[in-house]
Nanobody, 125 residues
């Protein structure tokens, strides 16, 4: 599985960005597609995840209500729509894929086997 993330950039607080994660290879129904972020000097932080089978979504409390994860099956692409951005959302954002995850494990970056390169999101105040 190969993942290609894009869509980062510089935006003012309150603005919006949409990140894309194009997947190639075998991303079947057992996969969870997630977004994580990493701010300077910090660990990977869970942002959102989508289960490809059924489409269930889960969000961290810090982005719930502002970010939306979705997918386009025809393009094999997962999106992260980010609205009402805050300076504290500034980070490198990574998409990731993991197979056979259970709900209690989707929050941890260590459970995802496949990672795309990061895309930098900078939110100015």
């Amino acid at each position: 599985v190969q993942l290609q993330a894009s869509g980062g950039g510089l935006v003012q607080a309150g603005g919006s960005l949409r990140l894309s994660c194009a997947a190639s290879g075998r991303t079947g129904s057992r996969f969870h597609m997630g977004w994580f972020r990493q701010a300077p000097g910090k660990e990977h932080e869970f942002v959102a995840v989508l289960k490809t089978s059924g489409g269930s979504t889960y969000y961290s409390d810090s982005v719930k209500g502002r970010f939306t994860i979705s997918r386009d099956n025809a393009k094999n692409t997962v999106y992260l729509q980010m609205n009402s951005l805050k300076p504290e959302d500034t980070a490198v954002y990574f998409c990731a894929a993991g197979a056979g995850l259970i709900l209690s494990s989707v929050w941890s970056a260590t459970n995802y086997a496949y990672w795309g390169q990061g895309t930098l999101v900078t939110v100015s105040s």
